[in-house]
Nanobody, 121 residues
Framework: QVQLLESGGGLVQAGGSLRLSCAASGRTFNNYATGWFRQAPGKEREFVAVIRWSNGNTYYADSVKGRFTISRDNAKNTVYLQMNSLKPEDTAVYYC??????????????WGQGTQVTVSS
């Protein structure tokens, strides 16, 4: 069984920064990728970024490219999402997920419980 635990969400003013963490346990992730998704009230869950554990390859949604950075610490089995220049439209519950290297929700097998990010204007 795989467990993913997000942390680091909170309330921040527009232009500010937050760093989210996703700690994984239960199995090794060398053959997986870890993605971040977000879901705002009344909207579908959308892709934010993904990183491949084996070689560190990354891919970002256009809406966050240049502002967000995804990284990993293999020794800690943890993936981070550094979010800079935050905008009110970044407000959402952020989820991490483990699965295939993909921007599609259905490609992921395991999900965390989510962490709330609120950006005030």
């Amino acid at each position: 069984q795989v467990q993913l635990l997000e942390s680091g969400g909170g309330l921040v003013q527009a232009g500010g920064s937050l760093r989210l963490s996703c700690a994984a346990s239960g199995r090794t992730f060398n053959n997986y990728a870890t993605g971040w998704f977000r879901q705002a009230p009344g909207k579908e869950r959308e892709f934010v970024a993904v990183i491949r554990w084996s070689n560190g390859n990354t891919y970002y949604a256009d809406s966050v490219k240049g502002r967000f950075t995804i990284s990993r610490d293999n020794a800690k089995n943890t993936v981070y999402l550094q979010m800079n220049s935050l905008k009110p439209e970044d407000t959402a519950v952020y989820y991490c997920a483990a699965g295939s290297y993909s921007k599609y929700v259905h490609a992921y097998d395991y999900w965390g419980q989510g962490t709330q990010v609120t950006v005030s204007s």
